[in-house]
């Protein structure tokens, strides 16, 4: 799936992963973990990446480790300028209550919310793949 | 399609109440900041958000309400929250919210607790 960098279209997004979590009966406050987190990917990569084709790349995967462990995985890819995530400060409600900089939150949710978290990043853009275990 | 968040409210006594429907992004943010700086104008000083028709709220659109919350802090007021689902009342505590704003499961509970606290 293909999204162009506009308002709201990271909302467009998240009814792909809402309908795929309902088909391996994920759980509805794990999906809405999932679509907080896809928001979350979206709207870093609308504000901060600059997308050279004005797009997000979007692939859902559904997948089973072992017998009982259905997961859903949602990569975000945008061929941005890329950042180095491991410079990035993590925030605190104490700084952010102290400052006026309210922002930079999104990674550390996208962590907080799902399972696990794979970023890679480099000239020819940024990858997120965010897993979410049933 | 818009996903656009509707804000309606209602004042009740010294306590304002604020409705939401719908996804709380910058827009959905900015539009709950200015009803709840339209009641603290007017000298209310203890709010209730409720968002039970919310089930996103984007990081921005918390960094909004955090500045809402700032100010009626600065105002001696109170502000609190209920309805919230289990993923926005845990994204609101990794963010810090309900260090500085009460949470409660239904508006009757957070007027219970607002209105005590302006008595």
Redesign the interface.
Same mark, same amino acid.
């Given at each position: 799936m293909t999204i162009p960098v506009a308002p709201?279209m990271? %909302? $467009?997004a &998240?009814a792909q992963a809402a309908a795929l979590g309902e088909y391996i009966a994920m759980s509805r406050?794990k999906i809405?973990?999932v @679509?907080?987190a896809l $928001?979350?990917a979206c709207?870093n990569a609308f504000e901060h990446a600059n997308c050279r084709d004005e797009q997000l790349h979007l692939t859902f995967r559904l997948g089973r480790e072992g017998k009982e462990r259905e997961w859903l995985e949602v990569e975000v890819l945008d061929r941005g300028r890329g950042f180095n995530h491991a410079a990035i400060e993590t #925030?605190? #409600?104490?700084k952010?209550?102290a400052s006026h900089r @309210?922002?930079g939150?999104?990674l550390?949710?996208i962590k907080?919310?799902m399972d696990d978290v794979d970023i890679t990043s480099g000239e020819w853009g940024t990858r997120i793949v965010m897993r979410k275990y049933k | 399609?818009?996903?656009t968040c509707k804000v309606s409210s209602e004042r009740r006594g010294d306590v304002a109440i604020l409705w939401t429907d719908g996804?709380i992004?910058n827009q959905g943010g900015e539009e709950i900041a200015r009803e709840a700086y339209s009641h603290l104008d007017q000298g209310v000083r203890a709010l209730v958000l409720n968002l039970e028709k919310t089930?996103? $709220?984007?990081? =921005?659109g =918390?960094?909004?309400l %955090?500045?809402v919350l700032?100010k009626v802090m600065d105002c001696k007021g109170v502000l609190a929250f209920c309805g919230l689902? #289990? &993923?926005i009342d845990?994204?609101f505590r990794?963010?810090?919210?309900a260090?500085?704003a009460e949470i409660f499961p239904t508006q009757d509970e957070a007027m219970k607790k607002v209105t005590s606290q302006t008595a």
């Open positions: 709201e990271e %909302i $467009v &998240t406050d809405d973990e @679509k907080l $928001v979350e709207i #925030p605190s #409600p104490e952010t209550f @309210k922002r939150w999104g550390q949710i907080s919310l | 399609m818009s996903e996804y992004n089930r996103i $709220v984007n990081s =921005i =918390i960094s909004i %955090i500045e700032e689902t #289990p &993923t845990k994204t990794i963010m810090g919210l260090q500085y």
